[in-house]
T-cell receptor, first 111, second 115 residues
């Protein structure tokens, strides 16, 4: 079983839709969860960071963590064409330095 | 906004040659990292560096790889004898605190092509 699993998509939705992106993980030692956005031929850009179960909101973005189910989500409200990118989930064990990434989901928002 | 700068953006090298990838982390950051992304695959951790020494490395980071902070601003990744399978995007990253305390900032990457 892969440590972090993420559906690579592609996912295509109309502008204004709510987008739901998800990752599952197998290692219960993961304590820190992040979502990165990556545009083509660019480095990952940190969107959201959380370390506890529950929801964290930042503007149109909401990160959700369910440690009991080993499942994390990113919701994008009122999606815009500029949100079109690859979204990567990433996780880290406390005290470690290594980020473990998911495969990334390629998202396209159609005007 | 401060950013991590990587040079060159694209490097082509012949198999067996040494290559040095360069990074300028954000100036007040203390932790430095290299990751790579083979085309179509996940971003993978290579190495972390803190207080002038390697703090963690992956199984990918074998004796062919080395890192150095030669001065107060640069952070380099050297591949001693490149192989075809080293072709990938290499990302440098840095963080002010230990990475688990807030994530880190990535550079735009160096695309390495080994021919």
């Amino acid at each position: 079983q892969k440590e972090v699993e993420q559906d690579p998509g592609p996912l295509s939705v109309p502008e204004g839709a709510i987008v739901s992106l998800n990752c599952t993980y197998s290692n219960s030692a993961f304590q820190y969860f992040m979502w990165y956005r990556q545009y083509s031929r660019k480095g990952p850009e940190l969107l959201m960071y959380t370390y506890s179960s529950g929801n964290k909101e930042d503007g149109r973005f909401t990160a959700q963590v369910d440690k009991s189910s080993k499942y994390i989500s990113l919701f994008i409200r009122d999606s815009q064409p500029s949100d079109s990118a690859t979204y990567l989930c990433a996780m880290m064990i406390q005290g470690a330095q290594k980020l473990v990434f998911g495969q990334g989901t390629r998202l396209t928002i159609n005007p | 906004e401060p950013e991590v700068t990587q040079t060159p953006s694209h490097q082509v090298t012949q198999m067996g040659q040494e290559v040095i990838l360069r990074c300028v982390p954000i100036s007040n950051h203390l932790y430095f990292y290299w990751y790579r992304q083979i085309l179509g695959q996940k971003v993978e951790f290579l190495v972390s560096f803190y207080n002038n020494e390697i703090s963690e490395k992956s199984e990918i980071f074998d004796d062919q790889f080395s890192v150095e902070r030669p001065d107060g601003s640069n952070f380099t990744l050297k591949i001693r004898s490149t192989k075809l399978e080293d072709s990938a995007m290499y990302f440098c990253a840095s963080s002010e605190l230990s990475g688990h305390l807030g994530g880190y900032t990535f550079g735009s990457g160096t695309r390495l092509t080994v021919v």
